[in-house]
């Protein structure tokens, strides 16, 4: 496994890390989180990822099931505030209230007593910047999170937080990235290298459709089946982008490689980019991906060419 320093941190993570956005308490049973999880340690993977949101909560108390009893300072633990919580009207955004009583809610279901990453999930228009900022860095201070970043905001909106931080700046950044959704080449990986924030990928493989299992159809017990997980995908499977899929399989093979790993090597190409998050439904699924590396400058390149070809979508809008 490749570590990589998350931005101007000492720490290091590593190039894949797993994810339970759509699955863990949600389409995956519990036993089979904790197979997924501590094969995924096994294997050299250190960063695992969740959120307060993710399977209304379900996520972090499943992980926090198969963590238990692993040492805590083996891996780096990150999750996310912002999205609604709960009916109420401050159960959602990035105010003081909402940013300490999620933090506090989400280190119970984790069975933990702090964070290693905590991020703000989307930006809060309706919430003075500097309240926010400050209340990231007073969690910091009390040692509940060691450092924390942002999901999905701008170049602007980095900078302003940067500006605005007196102790804790934001480390590290979660946007999605994959051969469809390249919106932070634009700028966002250049302010992050400047600022010093690290980059944690998302959605590398684009729901899994660049792994190629769906270029056959519909198989049996997959994400596309399951209209619980399946809404983000339509994006992704337009007649236009299944033509580049098919260009990468065919490089995937030629370049003996599996879909994935390629589709992983092309985020992990870029110097910016720390950590690429992956999702799993099985032990097989995590044994493959953590395969994945940087590929070798003529493929990466032909993976360039044909992504100018592809769809473009932008998931963190």
């Known amino acids: 496994m490749d570590y990589r320093t998350l931005g101007r941190t000492g720490v290091k993570v590593s190039a894949i890390s797993l994810g339970g956005w759509l699955t863990f308490g949600n389409t995956v049973e519990t036993d089979t989180t904790k197979k997924i999880a501590r094969r995924a340690l096994d ?6 990822d969740t959120a307060d949101v993710y399977a209304q909560g379900q996520c972090e108390t ?3 099931s198969a963590l238990a009893g ?4 083996s891996y780096v633990l990150g999750s996310k505030v912002f999205w609604p919580t709960g009916p109420g009207p401050n159960d959602r955004g990035l105010s003081r209230k909402h940013i300490m009583e999620s933090c506090a809610a989400s280190l119970a279901r984790l069975k933990t007593d702090y964070l290693d990453l905590y991020y703000c999930h989307r930006y ?3 919430v003075p910047l500097d309240e926010t900022v400050r209340a990231m860095e007073d969690l910091v201070s009390q040692g509940r999170v060691l450092y924390w970043g942002v999901s999905c905001w701008t170049s602007v909106q980095i900078r302003d937080a940067m500006k605005l931080s007196m102790h804790h700046a934001p480390s590290v950044n979660q946007p999605p990235y994959n051969v469809f959704d390249r919106v932070i080449e634009k700028d966002v990986l250049a302010t992050c290298a400047k600022s010093g924030l690290g980059v944690v990928v998302w959605s590398p493989l684009a729901q899994g459709v660049l792994t190629g299992k769906y270029l056959n159809g519909k198989p049996k017990g997959s994400r596309l089946g399951d209209d619980k997980v399946n809404k983000f995908m339509d994006k992704y499977l337009t007649p236009e982008a299944t033509a580049v899929v098919k260009k990468l399989a065919a490089l995937a093979k030629e370049s003996k490689r599996t879909m994935g790993q390629l589709a992983l090597g092309y985020c992990l190409r ?3 980019v720390t950590s690429c998050i992956v999702g799993a439904t099985s032990v097989e699924q995590i044994e493959e991906n953590v395969k994945a590396a940087e590929l070798p400058k003529d493929v990466a390149a032909e993976v ?3 992504a100018k070809d592809a769809p473009l979508v932008n998931s963190g809008a």
Do not use: K, T, Y
């Not at 294997?43 to 695992?48: E, F, Q, R």
């Open 70 to 73: 692993v040492r805590r300072s």
């Open 124 to 126: 809060d228009p309706d």
């Open 304 to 306: 360039e060419r044909i």
């Open 62 to 64: 499943a992980l926090g």
């Open 43 to 48: 294997l050299g993977v250190n960063h695992i």
């Open 270 to 272: 870029r110097p910016e």
